[in-house]
């Protein structure tokens, strides 16, 4: 996949792609990322990118002509049909049914912006979606723009390798992740549950299931009533309550 970057911190998008997982599916070539600068389109000596607001307020708004420029060039470089997303609070909430919607295309435009933001003309003429992380505000488009360059590499073929089983994994899509141990067995007086050190596997299976389940109608009670249940998921579920009632749970779980 080809991401293409509009951003007026080339240097802050590139130095972020150098380290793990996606700093090595860089270097092996399964996602190549460019970066378009609106500064390098500007025509006036101070190479000026931003303006005064009309209608007055605080704060300054991306000019249209650099950012326009910008995006025309980013998008000529991406593969024919790649979407042109802009990161801001106003858009869609980005979740993993879109991040996989995402990897569906050869490649992506990531549109970053700075001040408070992009002119609305710039929208309506080159953007094809608006994308948010959630209900908070950023200085900059940068940082999302890169939680989605790792959001959607992490589900390209070859990016994880094996370390995680997608088999394993999709049992509990739509719940929150089970807790997991490591060495050693005891730590400042706690010790891994006993099921996990005994390693039958369909009971560790039951057990991650469990706590997921669990953990997600704690926290996330919002994820089952959008996604149900299966019989197997709601049974422990059941369990898990009963458990709960009889103190064998800390008041975080
Ligand atoms: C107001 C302020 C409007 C994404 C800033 C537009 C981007 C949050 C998110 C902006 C972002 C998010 C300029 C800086 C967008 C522009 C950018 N803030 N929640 N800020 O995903």
């Known amino acids: 996949m080809q991401i293409e970057v509009v951003t007026l911190f080339p240097d802050m998008v590139r130095h972020a792609l150098g380290f793990g997982v996606l700093g090595r599916a860089i270097e092996r070539g399964l996602v190549r990322v460019g970066t378009e600068d609106p500064r390098e389109h500007t025509q ?11 209608g007055g307020g605080p704060g300054m708004v991306l000019k249209p002509g650099p950012m326009a420029a910008a995006i ?10 790649a979407p042109r997303v ?6 869609e909430r980005l979740e993993q049914r ?11 435009v990531l549109v ?10 710039v929208i309506a003429s080159r953007i094809d979606r608006e994308v948010s992380l959630g209900d908070f505000v950023l200085s900059g488009g940068e940082l999302p723009a890169l939680a989605v360059i790792d959001a959607v590499a992490r589900l390209l073929p070859g990016v994880l390798g094996d370390e995680r089983s997608s088999v394993e994994e999709s049992f509990v899509e739509g719940l929150l992740d089970w807790p997991h141990y490591t060495r050693p067995v005891e730590f400042e007086g706690h ?5 996990l050190q005994q390693g039958h596997h369909a009971d560790i299976r039951r057990w991650r299931l469990k706590q997921a389940v669990g953990r997600t109608w704690r926290r996330r009670p ?11 998921a709601s049974a422990l579920l059941n369990e898990y309550l009963e458990e709960v009632r009889h103190g064998q749970h800390h008041p975080a779980d």
Do not use: C
Not at 100 to 108: M, Q
């Open 44 to 54: 006036d000596v101070h190479r000026t990118v931003d303006d005064r607001p009309y």
């Open 72 to 81: 025309d060039a980013a998008a000529a470089r991406a593969p024919r049909g």
């Open 86 to 91: 802009y990161l801001s609070a106003q858009g």
């Open 98 to 108: 879109l991040v996989a919607e995402l990897t569906a295309f050869e490649g992506l």
């Open 112 to 121: 970053a912006g700075r001040y408070e933001g992009l002119d609305e003309r």
């Open 191 to 195: 010790t891994v549950p006993g099921v």
């Open 222 to 232: 919002d994820l089952i009533a959008r996604g149900g249940l299966s019989r197997e």
